[in-house]
T-cell receptor, first 112, second 109 residues
């Protein structure tokens, strides 16, 4: 299996809701990433997990809470989001130190 | 902090003509540079990396440390090259990968 799978593909939530985005890979990769991509903009790094530990947090607001329960799974917990958080959220994975990221198709989030 | 700049947001080239997508970077150490591509309705994927010095789908890119550039080139454009191209820089010693602003390449038949 050489794919990164993200669920759900689409999510609409209100500003008071709590929801989660999920990401899974079975390539044995020990680095996993969350990126945020707004329309017509490049992906912006949010978080990196290396060996299931949070290694990079790009000063992301605490309303976004990442979790890496095991080496195959990555979650992004969402709470009290703002409309400006509406975007495509991309998950990726890679071998440590290689720089070749494998991306999922993304979860398109709309915050009302 | 590192920065990756792609000066052209849009680039249109006739089929069979040469293609050059520009990428400039600023980084204090030794950079690792990559080109990623996103074809229509496909996920973002790696095209090539500078340490491999390989040609993928006819594309090559040379790291020029003096000019801090990593331009992507292909001698003869094909229609299937139409896509969004991102230059990316990886930090040394950690997994941070920063993307440039992207260039949308359109090949005119």
């Amino acid at each position: 299996d050489t794919e990164v799978t993200q669920t759900p593909k689409h999510l609409v939530m209100g500003m008071t809701n709590k929801k989660s985005l999920k990401c899974e890979q079975h390539m044995g990769h020990r680095a996993m990433y969350w990126y945020k991509q707004k329309a017509k903009k490049p992906p912006e790094l949010m978080f990196v997990y290396s060996y299931e530990k949070l290694s990079i947090n790009e000063s992301v607001p605490s309303r976004f809470s990442p979790e890496c329960p095991n080496s195959s799974l990555l979650n992004l917990h969402l709470h009290a989001l703002q409309p400006e958080d509406s975007a495509l959220y991309l998950c990726a994975s890679s071998q440590i130190g290689i720089g070749e990221l494998f991306f999922g198709e993304g979860s398109r989030l709309t915050v009302l | 902090a590192q920065r990756v700049t792609q000066p052209e947001k849009l680039l249109s080239v006739f089929k069979g003509a040469p293609v050059e997508l520009k990428c400039n970077y600023s980084y204090s150490g030794s950079p690792e540079l990559f080109w990623y591509v996103q074809y229509s309705r496909q996920r973002l994927q790696l095209l090539l990396r500078h340490i491999s010095r390989e040609s993928i789908k006819g594309f090559t890119a040379d790291l020029n440390k003096g000019e801090t550039s990593f331009h992507l080139k292909k001698p003869f454009a094909q229609e299937e090259d139409s896509a969004m191209y991102y230059c990316a820089l990886k930090d040394f010693g950690n997994e941070k990968l920063t993307f440039g602003t992207g260039t949308r390449l359109t090949i005119i038949p």
